[in-house]
């Protein structure tokens, strides 16, 4: 390979990985260039000619909300709970600085770099030289337990984070439940989001410990077209009536936090709406994160699969296969449910009628979900641990989420699937630049 010819390779990888990997083809094309006669490609270099445009995709990790939330939903991710044991407010701030600046790191891709023979590596290397971005992201949410009397934090936890409840149908077991904090580690690749996990983990030991984790991935995008939503354990399309990401106003009325002011006082005899106080009395730190709700939910997958076709689909609401609703021909035809006030074409008590009834009293009730399947092999009994880790950013849980949870109290479909864990997380703001990290707005 000629310099030419390295310097171009270099250029267009340069351009692929981002700023994150400049210095390090900076050197390999003065270290190429040194040289008078033709060498073959260095490691560093064949790394990079191995990079193809779905490893090299990188996403911000700064920015006025986290990405994580309205980014498309990677192919495999890692939730890992912990809880703080550090000694101190001081020691939090530490921690939680050092768990973004690694992060950052991470998402924006970096080179691995070397130190003593004798000294431990930087990096655990499992990527080889170069860590490539893989549009990798690493959301990071807070717990109600972070607020309570360790830090001093009471007065500034989010007006509507509290540990999540057990519900009707719930078995929360409290070794895969709850915690201090969240992190959401999505990328392309397993070993990404292995990777990153255990650089993660590293930057943060002794302040802070794992309290569960669970992997999940995404099923393959079968067709028939991009556009169609890609299928839970159940074999259902999941994520058909999520709200648009790309409508700004819509997700400033449903996901993000607005800029705090005070508590609104209805006039006399008038009683106060949800329009009304939303947003209201939240800390000015939360203005521009969500609420996170996490549900570990084990599916009977054997009991499920007993089942006849058609009980399945008067269940969920949809056509198994094209994933129309019952009646219809496509997956994304409104249901258009007051044509069918009876319930004689989709149930009453459908899923999909509960979760989003489509009229005007329910639309702020809209949540934007964000679900993977998990796969975690037998039980003690030899049944088939699987299921779905639920996600569900929303604007303020008791008017969205957890008003949809109580409707779905009534479906069939509840003596299938048993939730067994998960939380309530608050996600703060993004980060606004390198010197800042996420959950900043606590230590001003």
């Known amino acids: 390979m000629s310099p030419l010819d390295r310097r171009q390779l270099l250029t267009r990888s340069a351009a692929l990985l981002g700023a994150g990997a400049t210095g390090a083809i900076a050197g390999a094309i003065a270290e190429a260039e040194s040289h008078s006669s033709p060498a073959a490609p260095s490691a560093p270099e064949q790394a990079l000619l191995a990079l193809g445009d779905e490893l090299a995709a990188r996403i911000p990790f700064d920015g006025p909300h986290q990405a994580g939330i309205l980014t498309p939903a990677q192919a495999q991710t890692t939730f890992v709970a912990l809880d703080s044991i550090a000694p101190d407010r001081s020691t939090l701030e530490a921690a939680l600085r050092n768990l973004s600046t690694r992060a950052r790191s991470l998402t924006q891709g970096d080179t691995v770099g070397a130190e003593e023979l004798d000294d431990p590596p930087p990096d655990s290397g499992i990527l ?34 509290e540990r999540m409840p057990n519900f009707a149908h719930d078995n929360l077991d409290p070794a895969r439940s709850h915690g201090d904090l969240l992190l959401s580690v999505c990328a392309g690749q397993r070993d990404t989001v292995v990777h990153t996990v255990r650089e993660l983990m590293r930057s943060v030991v002794g302040h802070l410990t794992p309290r569960w984790s669970i992997d999940g991935f995404q099923s393959t995008k079968r067709g028939p077209t991009p556009a ?46 949800p329009a009304a106080s939303r947003g209201s009395g939240e800390p000015s730190w939360a203005s521009g994160g969500t609420y996170q709700v996490v549900r570990t939910i084990r599916m009977h997958v054997e009991f499920w699969d007993r089942v006849g076709m058609f009980e399945q689909q008067k269940m969920i609401g949809r056509d198994r296969v094209s994933g129309a609703p019952l009646g219809g021909t496509d997956e994304f035809q409104d249901p258009r449910y007051d044509l069918d006030p009876e319930g004689k074409r989709i149930p009453l008590i459908a899923h999909i009628r509960l979760a989003n009834p489509r009229t005007p009293a329910t639309a702020e009730q809209r949540i934007l979900r964000r679900g993977y399947n998990f796969d975690r092999g037998l039980d003690e009994a030899g049944d088939l641990d699987q299921g779905l880790v639920f996600v569900a950013f929303n604007q303020d849980v008791q008017r969205q989420f957890a008003t949809i949870q109580g409707r779905l109290e009534e479906e069939e479909m509840t003596d299938y699937i048993t939730p067994v864990g998960g939380g309530y997380f608050f996600a703060p703001p993004g980060a606004r630049g390198p010197g800042d990290w996420i959950g900043s707005g606590l230590f001003v």
């Open 128 to 161: 080889g030289p170069i860590n490539a971005p893989d549009a990798l992201t690493v959301t990071i949410a807070f717990g109600a337990s972070l607020f309570d009397g360790r830090y001093g934090l009471q007065a500034l936890r989010p007006r509507g984070l």
């Open 228 to 273: 169609n939503h890609p299928r839970n354990l159940f074999a259902f399309r999941d994520g058909t009536a999520n709200p648009d990401v790309n409508d700004a106003r819509l997700m400033d009325e449903l996901i993000w936090i607005p800029p705090a002011r005070p508590l609104a006082t209805p006039p006399i005899g008038a009683a106060a709406t």
